[in-house]
Each structure stands twice: as structure tokens, then as C-alpha cells.
């Protein structure tokens, strides 16, 4: 079966404050902003462009009330310099019962949203991915 994902839609109470917050965070390019949705796709010439699923922001008028159904999880080079770096764009700690000696941080987006921020690949992880 020839099938993929061609995006991943995300509510959220204010679009363009969120999408701008991930475009950032991921590095990727806005590609889209329209009343009904902003649509984020990896930069322009990547690897990824084509490939990796589209993000799309669509407005809500519910705030966000329960457990995130889906997050992302994201894997940087260095993890103290990244947490640093999604802090300052407006990502904030999160406890979401995760023990202390947890490989990952938690973070919640500025609408709430959790996400992790795992240690990087170690050197075997990186051969063994080709």
C-alpha cells in the first residue's frame, strides 16, 4: 500500500503565535498563514522537505483542558543548549510525573502543550542509523 502522512494538525487557541513559536523551535519555514490554519513545513532544499509530515495550526475556541493526545518528542545535538534555546522562545518546565533521573525534559509550548527534549544520540546510536 502506498500511503504517508501528509500532516500533522495541531488546535490551538491563536495560530500564527503558536506556528511562530515552532517554526522557531524546529527551525522549519511558515509557509502558509490564513485565517483558518498557518502551515509549517521543513526548510526549503532539506532532506526533510517533501518528506517529513507538514505542521498545520488550526484555530480552536477551547482552551486546551486534558493531557496532550499526541506530542512530539525532539531529539537535538545538545540538550542543555536547546531547553535553553525553547525557554527563551516562550516553552516553559513541565512536571508531568517524570522521575529525576529521566533522560528527557518535559516542556509545554506557550498554549500548554507538552513536548520532550531528549539527550542526544550516542555515538553507537548515530553508526547504527547509517
Known amino acids: 500500500m502506498a500511503i504517508r502522512i501528509?500532516?500533522?494538525s495541531v488546535d490551538c487557541l491563536d495560530p500564527a503565535r503558536l506556528g511562530a513559536f515552532w517554526a522557531e523551535a524546529l527551525g522549519w519555514r511558515i509557509t502558509s498563514v490564513e485565517?483558518?490554519?498557518?502551515?509549517l513545513e521543513p526548510p526549503a532544499g532539506?532532506?526533510?522537505?517533501?518528506i517529513?509530515?507538514?505542521?498545520?495550526?488550526?484555530?480552536?475556541?477551547?482552551?486546551r483542558v486534558a493531557k496532550?493526545?499526541?506530542?512530539?518528542d525532539l531529539r537535538p545535538s545538545d540538550q542543555f543548549a536547546e531547553i535553553q534555546r525553547l525557554v527563551e522562545?516562550?516553552?516553559r518546565h513541565v512536571d508531568v510525573g517524570q522521575s529525576s533521573d529521566c533522560t528527557?525534559?518535559?516542556l509545554?509550548?506557550?498554549?500548554g502543550n507538552e513536548f520532550c527534549v531528549l539527550r542526544p544520540f550516542t555515538n553507537k546510536e548515530m553508526a547504527s542509523l547509517g
Open 104 to 106: 528527557w525534559v518535559v
Open 6 to 8: 501528509q500532516n500533522i
Open 89 to 91: 522562545l516562550g516553552a
Open 46 to 50: 532539506s532532506r526533510e522537505e517533501g
Open 35 to 39: 485565517p483558518e490554519e498557518v502551515v
Open 68 to 72: 496532550n493526545r499526541l506530542h512530539l
Open 52 to 63: 517529513v509530515p507538514d505542521v498545520i495550526f488550526l484555530p480552536v475556541h477551547e482552551e
Open 108 to 111: 509545554a509550548d506557550p498554549e
